[in-house]
């Protein structure tokens, strides 16, 4: 047998720049680089070995682990999960640093290859700098926090283990239904360790992404719930991007006249003036798509998981009859609200229905009417895009600047706080990959992290990170790799001053926005949004920290100075942060959908009492659908 005698670290990357996937005939590199910041539990072993061999696999320098994760999930989206990046990190808070990373990743079915350090197999150093000492478990460390949240986690404690747990970790990154984090944690000694690896180890591998469907016999049963439906709808989440199958679903919604409504994952699955197209759906979604929703007798799931958002957390659907019709490459997922499971690939599983459905559409009187709830959802959506709010401007206004001034191609890049809902209602969608919202986990700090991934996957579109100045403040600093690696991004910095969509929230739900409002202090007078004490006193300048960062920055008062600057963010080929102040108090309201969050049972306050009765309220419209 032909060996090459590596140390692990070095085996380990020859290997992965061997991965290749392929769909449809289409293959291309897996692994496309290695993002890390080193430390002694990498830097002599996958840092030397890096080192070595930069045309193998390139390094990426980032500024926070935590960062450098959701930058690969969101390339990893961005490229529909066929490629993605590897993680190297030292030991210790380097290696737990990727912990929400990871947690994103995979609750966002998104593959990332995670490579912390770890303690020495040997244990002869014990206890090595950063090593968790557990008192009862002498194979414990920090990398073990990651199993909950990686679909396939090992330690190589050995240098020949890598052959299995490579081969074991390229399996579940590239399997459609499984992907999403995973580590393999290399304890420091082993990194550097040889062996004599078999040649064919490196040979070059393609996996192959397959297009599963459902038996006949399912798909006929699918096909006779729609034909006897007369209100369905589809959802379509993330799975109908990924699976690259929105030509697919804009035929068959064409065709049959079935409606569609969008989840954060999924939604530009339809162009926003696509004849079906009702916008977002569920609790931030659009009048038009859950007065559809209250109604159907059909829902049609494809490649949605059916979080709380999307279901209204279960009020979204109040027809006594509805029954769920569920397209999934995860079984799980396709069972979900006691559905028809079609466990298949969406793309080849529309294409079956579709032919199986010929000649059937729906009724007339049903088209009619989401045609119309179209039509003057779309005249809200203006509405909201030109308030003339003053002095200060509405956040709505700032996203219909972003939206009128950005090419169909472009990306709009959000993640937490109040943005993610507005776009989800807001958004006018014209490119299947232009809207990329991570609201799985809704991350603070993914927005400018993940929008460097995307620009990474598709230097050919402008990316437009919309950030809240919360999220700002807690990760801002991949801005700088942005720079360095000459990915452009547009920053467009939304002050509210503060944690706005918490407050309203707060607010709501009678607690008059707590600690929500950056003038809070914890002794002395408040400044919480129940006193407006304060509040705006903070000596803070976001702009001017952006532009130590080394971002050229524009400080924008209104819309017109922010269209602007838009504007003139288009001629520069570096990374531009736009600073627009809003109005904290003028929101999007919500469009006859619900969303639990629980109120306290017992309280004081009146308020708190009013919005437990609201509570009760809501919980009443809950329904089980099993
Ligand atoms: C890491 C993390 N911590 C806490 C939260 C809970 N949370 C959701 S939105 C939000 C406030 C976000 O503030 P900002 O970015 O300014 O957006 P705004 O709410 O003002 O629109 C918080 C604290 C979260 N989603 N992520
Ligand atoms: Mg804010």
New binding site residues.
Partial sequence: MKTLRLTMAQALVRFLASQNVERDGVEGRFIEGCFGIFGHGNVTGVGQALAEHPDLLTYYLARNEQAMVHTAAAYAKMRNRLATFACTTSIGPGATNMV?GAAAATINRLPVLLLPGDVFASRRPDPVLQQLEHPSRGDVSVNDAFQPVCRYWDRIQRPEQLVPAALAAMRVLTDQAETGAVMLALPQDVQTEAFDYPVEFFDRRTWHVGRPTPDASTLERAVELIRRARKPLIIAGGGVIYSDATAQLSNLVKRTGIPVGETQAGKGSLPFDHEGALGGIGATGTLAANRIAAQADLVIGIGTRYSDFTTASKTAFQNPDVRFVNMNVAAPDSHKLGGLALVGDARATIEALDARLEGWTAADDFRREYEQLRADWDEEVSRLYHLGHAPLPAQSEVLGAVNDLSAPRDVVVCA????PGDLHKLWRTRDHKGYHVEYGY????YEIAGGLGVKLADPSREVYVL??????L?MAQEIVTSIQERAKLTVVL?D?Q?????GSLSRSKGTAGFGTRYGHRSQGRLADDATQGDGDGLPVDLALNAEGLGARVFRTRNIAELRDALVEAKKIDQTVVIYVPVDRYEGVPDYESWWEVPVAEVADSSEVKKARQEQERGLARQRWHL
């Avoid at 809704?442 to 700090?445: A, E, L, W, Y």
């Avoid at 503060?498 to 918490?502: D, L, M, R």
């Fill in positions: 929400t937490a706080g109040s943005m809704s991350t603070m700090g950030v809240g100045d919360g999220s700002y807690m939304v509210n503060g944690f706005a969509s918490i």
